[in-house]
């Protein structure tokens, strides 16, 4: 009986799978110009999309009931996926071969919303998007950008390390949610695109444990790249343009009890700087002081702070001390977890107003 059972079961699985591929027929170049990109991507010559960075997302519009994506990834990333500007799940992408997943479907008739957005960091793989399918009288429409996009640089904080877990876990890839970090918080409140460029352990000058105080690929070097785990090819800087960058760098230059001095550090604060603004012009630039700062930090934003006094649209923003509560705030490994988040994005938001005249709104911070 149970035999029968289990082959009932194996079959309806494999019918309903079946069903699924039979509706998504048609398919859809992942470089069709009804599929609009937000970060820092690469075209291949098969037609195909790659990127790496944490935060980098895709959206179209689509009619035809549903949609699947055909999609690899090198390691093991996570996507969350977004219908109608709501969340309905997050999938997990772990093959190096091309496979399809249904993202969307049973919907209503008419035109509907997806954003696929890669919550998980680049050391967790490169993904590449080889094309979608959809119903075969199915149509796509590109979603136009946002009238203001912000560029958020910055390490673990920024790319919501551990957001999802409890604050006696370690850290997990699945717990790892950039969409729960301040930086998306910040989009999400002044209804903005985004781009993130950040990886976790990673300084202006010094990266996490490193015994030089100037590091190999530390953030001042990976932000030329188009992918955050290759130093080839250069960015051009030419997919989008900011109208606010704001960076969030420093936690890692002095951890394990040591750091560069900070003459060292303002070096490499105002080379970032100057990238950006040979890249960008006079985009304002919002030096953020990171919640967890510590007297060493501080001392050396301080001589940050000095350097830029004289400079335009260069701005700082301090940290709300002890804001994050280890009780209540914290995910994995001493990281904010989703209300921890919250509260950083509720001290910068004011800030962000100020210097970019966008007006405060009555709504949630989430």
Same mark, same amino acid.
Request: with cysteine; proline share 4%.
């Given at each position: ?9 194996? *079959? ?34 098969? +037609? ?11 959206? %179209? $519009? ?6 699947? =994506? ?6 093991? $990333?996570? #996507? ?22 249904? *993202? ?6 008419? #035109? ?12 967790? /793989?490169?993904? %590449? ?6 119903? $075969? ?7 136009? &950008?946002?009238?203001? *996009?912000?560029?958020?640089? +910055? ?15 370690? #850290?997990?890839?699945? %717990? ?18 985004? =781009? ?23 953030? @001042?070097?990976?932000? *030329?790249?188009? #992918? ?16 606010? @960058?704001?960076?969030?760098? /420093? ?29 960008? /012009? ?39 001390? $002890?804001? =994050?509560?280890?009780? &209540? ?10 209300? /921890? ?26």
């Amino acid at each position: 009986m149970r035999q029968k059972i289990f082959l009932i079961i194996c *079959l309806l699985t494999f019918a309903l799978q079946t069903q699924a591929e039979r509706s998504y027929t048609k398919k859809i170049a992942a470089t069709d110009s009804g599929i609009s990109y937000t970060g820092r991507v690469c075209a291949g010559n098969d +037609g195909s999309i790659a990127f790496d960075w944490s935060g980098t997302y895709l959206q %179209t $519009d689509f009619t035809g009931g549903g949609i699947a =994506v055909e999609i690899s990834d090198t390691q093991n $990333d996570y #996507f969350n996926v977004f219908i109608d500007d709501k969340f309905t799940k997050k999938i997990q992408v772990n093959s190096q071969k091309p496979i399809r997943i249904v *993202l969307a479907e049973k919907l209503s008739k008419g #035109f509907h919303r997806l954003r696929l957005q890669k919550c998980t960091e680049g050391n967790q /793989g490169r993904t %590449t998007i080889h094309g979608f399918y959809i119903a $075969d009288q199915g149509k796509t429409a590109p979603v136009k &950008h946002k009238q203001r *996009l912000i560029e958020v640089i +910055g390490d673990s904080y920024t790319c919501g390390y551990g957001t999802e877990a409890g604050k006696e876990e370690n #850290f997990k890839v699945e %717990t790892e949610n950039c969409d729960q970090a301040y930086g998306c918080i910040i989009a999400r409140y002044f209804n903005a695109d985004y =781009v993130l460029v950040a990886h976790s352990g990673m300084g202006m000058s010094r990266n996490y444990g490193d015994k030089e105080m100037v590091s190999k690929n530390n953030m @001042v070097e990976r932000y *030329l790249r188009v #992918f955050d785990e290759s130093s080839a090819p250069a960015y051009d800087f030419k997919a989008y343009h900011p109208d606010l @960058v704001t960076i969030n760098l /420093g936690t890692n230059d002095y951890s394990t009890g040591k750091g560069p001095s900070p003459s060292t550090y303002a070096d490499n604060y105002l080379k970032m700087i100057g990238q950006i603004r040979e890249h960008y /012009g006079d985009v304002p630039i919002l030096c953020i002081t990171p919640h967890s700062a510590q007297a060493p930090l501080l001392k050396s934003l301080e001589e940050v702070r000095t350097r830029i006094k004289d400079m335009d649209k260069v701005y700082m923003a301090s940290a709300m001390p $002890d804001i =994050v509560d280890y009780d &209540h705030d914290m995910g994995a490994n001493w990281h904010p977890n989703y209300q /921890g988040q919250r509260k950083i994005a509720m001290t910068l938001i004011p800030r962000i107003s100020q210097i970019m005249g966008w007006p405060l709104e009555d709504k949630i911070v989430r």
